[in-house]
T-cell receptor, first 115, second 115 residues
């Protein structure tokens, strides 16, 4: 069974600094994808970044990068140059490739950016 | 705006009543998903469709829940005889089901409160 673990219920970061949000996963599927989503107080889940299990390079999208360490089964999200608008819940998720695609989410990390 | 839309955004109902939610996916996406999110938790998978076919249902989807996607476009989620435990955010997502990734794009959600 797939499992996603986010061990940081809450994180604080100073504006303009970088922050790392932790995510570890467990799966027996050989092929899978890892995702990060941002959920502001409005409730909408906003897709941030994707990493495939066979991708050789770590994914990057603007200020977001994914520190993927396959052997350690971790997929940490790094946000550089934090902005006040980054304050939100962040969810790590995993989906298996192939016919099934019931994506599993972690419990989330609440990030607060301080001015 | 060509994102996923959901209606209504909020629904308050009395226990025992039936409710129906609608989701309109991104037009070229053939996969559609329903999730439930309770306070302080990540979304939990309920069911998904590929075109009009419902391919998988979670054990969370009790007999009181039914989902349809009759023409492979919009989808409805109905809850019969609502219970207070059904109070949650119901999220809909869609994906293009490409070979490379099944990134799911979420709608704003429908928040259900059962009194």
């Amino acid at each position: 069974a797939q499992k996603i673990t986010q061990t940081q219920p809450g994180m604080f970061v100073q504006e303009k600094e970088a922050v790392t949000l932790d995510c570890t996963y467990d799966t027996s599927d050989p092929s899978y994808g890892l995702f990060w989503y941002k959920q502001p107080s409005s409730g909408e889940m906003i897709f941030l970044i994707y990493q495939g299990s066979y991708d050789q390079q770590n994914a990057t999208e603007g200020r977001y990068s994914l520190n993927f360490q396959k052997a350690r089964k971790s997929a940490n999200l790094v946000i550089s140059a934090s902005q006040l608008g980054d304050s939100a819940m962040y969810f790590c998720a995993m989906g298996a490739r192939g016919a099934k695609n019931d994506m599993r989410f972690g419990a989330g990390t609440r990030l607060t950016v301080k001015p | 705006d060509t994102g996923v839309s959901q209606n209504p955004r909020h629904k308050i109902t009395k226990r025992g009543q039936n409710v129906t939610f609608r989701c309109d996916p991104i037009s070229e996406h053939n996969r559609l998903y329903w999730y439930r999110q309770t306070l302080g938790q990540g979304p939990e998978f309920l069911t998904y469709f590929q075109n009009e076919a419902q391919l998988e249902k979670s054990r969370l989807l009790s007999d009181r829940f039914s989902a349809e996607r009759p023409k492979g476009s919009f989808s409805t989620l109905e809850i019969q005889r609502t219970e207070q435990g059904d109070s949650a955010m119901y999220l809909c997502a869609s994906s293009p089901r490409t070979v490379e990734t099944d990134t799911q794009y979420f709608g704003p959600g429908t928040r259900l409160t059962v009194l």
